[in-house]
């Protein structure tokens, strides 16, 4: 009996062995993607920030933020002021269809679909850029572009780790952090803690509460910095250059991104 229990029992161990290899070489792997994730969705919402000011600045027009081109079209209709409203409808048409195109990519059987997100994002941009240098860029043109840009972003990265992020519009952002911060003042225990996250900054912290509400706040916080940067664009003879850093962003995480 003895003699055949050894074999049984050092078989048992060898596949104990094998089994916490995987484990531990799959949180790795989980952890190095959700820092990847948390990166691109700081440029990415750095990006939309940047973009929704260019369009606000330059086209009067929101490129990201369709509650308020919602709001400018209802309201130009109302005053009965037609062609005013064409330009946010026509934002609201198109960031809607770049949402498609987006999910219908990331939905797909494509590997590293969202890199090829990102380079049709980067490819639009420069058609814009293209456009504008060659003198026959119009607003409603430039609108139609960047909308669609905004409106793929967002489904190409719409988590960290098991967090969802909207990436191009932060008003959930918001919500969100107000919510898991209310949570953790009332001490409430979280639902389904996903473990250990890894950040960009190389370091760990527990899934709490207060580390979602830490995520949605960089994602806020990057779209703010990408807003005070257009300001600082808009407000000198830049126009003719100001895609180009978006362009440069998109084109590199569509080399380099690892995020699905």
């Not at 309201?75 to 770049?98: C, D, E, M, Y």
């Not at 990519?105 to 679909?113: A, M, P």
Request: some cysteine; hydrophobic content about 50%.
């Amino acid at each position: 009996m003895e003699i055949r229990q050894q074999p049984t029992i050092l078989a048992r161990s060898t596949a104990e062995d094998v089994a916490s290899t995987q484990i531990s070489g799959s949180t790795t792997r989980h952890w190095s993607k959700t820092q990847a994730q948390w990166a691109a969705a700081t440029l990415l919402a750095m990006m939309a920030g940047y973009l929704d000011g260019y369009g606000f600045f330059f086209l009067k027009t929101y490129v990201s933020f369709m509650s308020g081109n919602t709001t400018s079209t209802g309201l130009k209709i109302g005053q009965g002021v037609f062609q005013a409203a064409i330009p946010s409808a026509i934002a609201i048409v198109f960031f809607a269809t770049g949402s498609f195109l987006g999910n219908v990519l990331t939905q797909s059987k494509f590997r590293h679909s969202h890199r090829l997100v990102f380079g049709l994002i980067a490819i639009f941009l420069a058609i814009v850029s293209v456009l504008h240098w060659s003198g026959l860029s119009a607003v409603n043109t430039e609108i139609v572009f960047l909308c669609l840009s905004m409106g793929m972003a967002n489904p190409a990265l719409s988590k960290i780790g098991a967090e969802a992020v909207s990436v191009t519009f932060v008003t959930g952002s918001l919500s969100r952090l107000g919510g898991y911060l209310a949570s953790a003042a009332a001490g409430k225990p979280l639902k389904e803690a996903q473990g250990p996250i890894a950040t960009p900054l190389f370091r760990e912290i527990a899934d709490s509460y207060l580390s979602r509400a830490w995520v949605e706040a960089t994602i806020w916080s990057a779209f703010l910095v990408g807003a005070v940067l257009a300001g600082i664009a808009g407000s000198s003879d830049f126009r003719t250059w100001a895609l180009l850093p978006p362009m440069a962003v998109m084109l590199a995480l569509s080399l380099f991104s690892s995020v699905d």
